[in-house]
């Protein structure tokens, strides 16, 4: 039986004014099934000839990321030709990311799937992407939160989905909604696009811009640069001051911003952890200036996707390293910009080849000061420090961009579904 209490949401396009209903969704679906079950039979096949394979990965909110898809064989699918999904299903992950969902689109009718759940709705009582975006929004996931099967590992099942309640308006405010959400996801895709495009620009630069191994020249270089570059060790460009243990100064309303093992994120930008010190000689001593940079020298992973990291300070009287950074203060003849690039890239790969340790790796700063790489005239090093420092920038506010779009369709999803 339905369950017939009746509500709005907080916000709603003007025109409409009923009240929703709120329904299980085994009351708005023809069938709520799962894919392909098992994976030992299974026959791959070339794009070419093949039928597209769906995996719970592949599910992405509100789309179905059709970039890494793989192919079954034609005679596979014919054998299971009842578990192809067809326009308008919603596809929800079972594991992984459980309760996710997507809606499949035209290009991949007579799709198949490999463990997903498939969720057929009845005609003209709801749509596919209204239901999509009520699962994906807060207040779905939420739901669906409370009632995940499974210990450690949490699942989603058919049984699942079939008592999730929907808050249902009627249909035409549900194409109002989801041509709203669609217009935002769409948005959304393409600020992502432009912010990989670029990241996807820089590291081809960095590719470049540098000399490859046993080269002395980069493959391309700005006009009026022509010269070798030289072989140096970075103890010889700049000097250094070692972190220690600085833990019993932390203080919620400390003057410093603490740079330890976790401040370093994998963009090599500080990830501020919320952790303070006070102000006294052992802290004072271990401040970082304008123009310098930190490495951290630990990980707390045997990966090592921390170790070797620095960051570029750009602020006086800010921040105060903990044990297990060093900070690097760079000559004259060592552009700040330049290094911070060079660090985070190709210097930063040889780190990683003198570590030390095993569950915990670690490298020493008499170690790194001895490594040897290539180095342009400091008027080339400022040319493309700063080339990268504007690119970085860019990056930055595409990122930031973003991440305001997403929080601003996270509130609004709040707000529009009961």
Known sequence: MSDTRTNAPKIRFRGFTEDWEQRKLGELSEKITVGIATSSSLHFSSSNDGVPFIKNQDIKE?????KNLEYISRMFDKQNKNKRVKIGDILTARTGYPGLSAVV?????????????ITRLKSNIATPYFVSAFINSPNGMKQIDGMKAGGAQKNVNAGILKNLVVPVPEINEQFRISIFIRQLDDTITLYQCELDLLKQTK????????PKSGENKPEIRFAGFTKDWEQRK?????????????????????KYKVISIGSYGLDSKYVDQNIRAVSNKVTDSRVVRTGEL?????DKTATGTIIGRSLLIEEDNKYVINQRTEIISPKENFDSNFAYVLLNGPFREKVKRIVQGGTQIYVNYPAVSNLIFKLPDIKEQKKIGLFFKQLDDTIALHQRKLDLLKEMKKSLLQQMFI
């Open 62 to 66: 509100n789309k179905v990321n059709t």
């Open 105 to 117: 689109p035209e290009e991949l009718e007579g799709a198949q799937t490999f463990t997903t759940l």
């Open 203 to 210: 590291q081809t630069y960095l590719q470049k811009l540098f």
């Open 234 to 254: 970075l103890g010889e460009l700049a000097n250094h001051r070692g972190g220690t243990a600085i833990e019993k100064y932390f203080k919620e309303d400390g």
């Open 294 to 298: 930190t490495m951290v020298l630990n």
